[in-house]
């Protein structure tokens, strides 16, 4: 029973520094934009030619 003298203490502290760096985060904007980090993730970045010749389907994907 005497480690809990120590346990109690410590996990209190690593509780109260966890909040600390949540509310760190919140105040600095980590969850301002929940939604774009996910559609950065599927958009395509190449721009596809408005002028391609006659029988090309894309800078990936060949004909047979």
């Known amino acids: 029973m005497e480690v809990l003298v120590f346990l109690v203490p410590l996990a209190l502290t690593l509780g109260a ?6 509310l760190w985060s919140l105040k600095n904007g980590q969850y301002d934009d929940l939604e774009g980090a996910g559609w950065r993730a599927i958009a ?16 990936d994907i060949r004909a047979p």
């Open 17 to 22: 520094l966890g909040l600390a760096g949540f």
């Open 44 to 59: 395509d970045d190449e721009p596809v030619a408005q002028n391609s010749p006659p029988g090309r389907l894309g800078p």
